[in-house]
């Protein structure tokens, strides 16, 4: 299926961090109904994730493996909740380059491996009105 709006951009999915990932997967599989389409770890971003299908994008429940991640620390500073929006891109190093020349607060200079093997950063909050942004470009593009 083809994704590719006017800007060759979609919204690849919302992240939300939560303390305990079954208690949040018990609200979304069982009083929204969403379907779940799996659970992995990453190591390198330091989270336990849970992927659900909602329609054309996916929700991501985002559990710290200790309280020293960023996601540890975001649940200890602000508690749980929506924790950053990410847009699917097709070339995520020129996207990076764009951001940069452009004077954007780049938390990732260069990608990093995140759920499903696709490559991501992150822009900081400071750079996107408020909103921390990850940019994604799945494993097989
Ligand atoms: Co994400």
């Known amino acids: ?71 540890g620390k975001f649940l200890a500073n602000k508690g749980p909740g929506l924790h950053h929006i990410c847009v699917k891109v097709d070339d995520i190093n020129s996207e990076l380059a764009k951001l940069k020349s452009q004077g954007m607060r780049l938390i990732d200079e260069t990608p990093k491996i995140g759920a499903g093997g696709a490559k991501i950063a992150f822009v900081h909050p400071k750079s996107t009105g408020g909103v921390l942004l990850e940019l994604s470009q799945p494993q097989n593009s």
Do not use: C, W
Not at 8 to 20: E, K, P, S, T, Y
């Open 1 to 71: 299926m083809d994704h590719n709006s006017l800007s060759g951009h979609a919204l690849d999915h919302i992240a939300i961090a939560v303390q305990n990932l079954d208690e949040a997967l018990a609200f979304y599989k069982t009083a929204l109904g969403l379907p779940e389409i799996g659970i992995e770890v990453v190591a390198e971003q330091g989270v336990r994730v849970a992927k659900l299908d909602i329609g054309n994008t996916h929700i991501e429940l985002l559990e710290p493996l200790s309280p020293e991640t960023p996601v």
